[in-house]
């Protein structure tokens, strides 16, 4: 299982950035059997939950990106994505996407999640 997350970069507060990973399950064994799950981790900080989707896309969201991140799929291009709008500097951190075969879990828990990407940094100034 692999997950190659893409996208980050650096944005001034107010901007956008979408976030792309990609998932091999869908892309090798066309199987959605998955919760998928963006992170994050700041410097000094414990990784958290930021937003996730299930196989039938219920989704979830952190308190703190209600309204200006939204999740969503695209299993034809073998990708998940995570739209970010209205960057805050306290956005700043590394992302990971992140899958479990729980797929009716929809946890925003990094334990929940057992395979990770490498990481994507977003930078808000």
């Known amino acids: 299982v692999q997950l190659v997350e893409s996208g980050g970069g650096s944005v001034q507060a107010g901007g956008s950035l979408r976030l792309s990973c990609v998932f091999s399950?869908?892309?090798?064994?066309?199987?959605?059997?998955?919760?998928m799950g963006w992170f994050r981790q700041a410097p000094g900080k414990e990784r958290e939950g930021v937003a996730a989707?299930?196989?039938?896309?219920?989704?979830r969201y952190a308190d703190s990106v209600k309204g200006r991140f939204t999740i969503s799929k695209d299993i034809a291009k073998d990708a998940l994505y995570l739209q970010m709008n209205s960057l805050k500097p306290e956005d700043t951190a590394m992302y990971y996407c992140?899958?479990?075969?729980?797929?009716?879990?929809?946890?925003?828990?990094?334990?929940?999640?057992?395979?990770w990407g490498q990481g994507t940094q977003v930078t808000v100034s």
């Open positions: 992140a899958a479990d075969p729980k797929w009716w879990h929809l946890s925003l828990a990094p334990a929940d999640f057992g395979f």
């Open positions: 399950e869908w892309k090798y064994k066309h199987s959605d059997m998955y919760c």
């Open positions: 989707i299930t196989s039938d896309r219920s989704t």
